[in-house]
């Protein structure tokens, strides 16, 4: 993993197909909102993957949604 | 494998360290796949930045039934929805938001949405 990035975390009531977002901040951190609906096992899983986005400087890159989503989603660790 | 890769650069005009850099590789690897093949992650970024399948990448077979340029709609795409996928990559460039998301598949637009009203109500910024 990549030297850690502040990342401060959120729990909010969202719709269930949104299980989370991160918005990458002005001043270089991140900020994950997770759905408060979800067991926190998934809450969890979530987690991890919006930091495999952050960890994989997805932010920076110029590809489009879909192939940021696939390949976050075939990532480990 | 790096032959074809390097026939497909030279199609559209960039250089393999272009195509290195843009995928987010390391300068040179590319040129050791034919020696050692890369992750499927790492292939699929690259099959995808030249418009064309993984298969194609790895076949040996030059008159293959895949052709060197794919359309975009022939591609699995991730959001099911092409409103959805509008917005989600409006939240990923827009300054204003850069946002990314985990989301089903199948999330409607009107969903999505729930990120603006959000992000308007509570600003996003620590």
């Known amino acids: 993993m990549n030297e850690l990035e502040d990342v401060y975390v959120r729990l909010a009531d969202m719709p269930a197909t949104l299980y989370g977002f991160t918005r990458a901040n002005c001043d270089g951190s991140y900020t994950v909102i997770v ?17 495999r986005h952050i960890n994989g400087l997805d932010f920076e890159k110029e590809y489009n949604v879909d192939l940021i989503e696939k390949i976050a989603h075939k990532r480990k660790g | ?14 250089s393999i360290r272009t195509l290195e850099s843009a995928c987010g590789l390391s300068h040179g690897s590319v040129s050791k796949w034919d020696k ?3 992750s499927h992650g790492k292939l699929y970024t690259v099959a995808d930045y030249l418009g064309v399948s993984v ?5 040996e077979n030059p008159d ?19 409103d959805t996928r509008e917005i989600a990559e409006f939240y990923h460039k827009n300054p ?28 996003g910024d620590e």
């Open chain 1, 35 to 51: 759905n408060s609906r979800l067991s926190p096992e998934r809450r969890l899983k979530v987690y991890r993957h919006e930091l």
């Open chain 2, 1 to 14: 494998m790096y032959e074809k890769i390097k026939m497909l650069c030279k199609e559209k005009g960039i």
């Open chain 2, 96 to 123: 204003q938001y850069r946002v990314l998301l985990d989301a089903s598949r199948k999330i409607r637009p009107e969903d999505i949405d729930f990120v603006r009203q959000f992000l308007e109500k509570f600003g």
């Open chain 2, 55 to 59: 298969n194609y990448l790895l076949s």
């Open chain 2, 36 to 38: 050692h093949e890369p």
């Open chain 2, 64 to 82: 293959t039934d895949d052709t060197p340029v794919q359309k975009i709609e022939q591609q699995e795409v991730y959001y099911l929805d092409n």
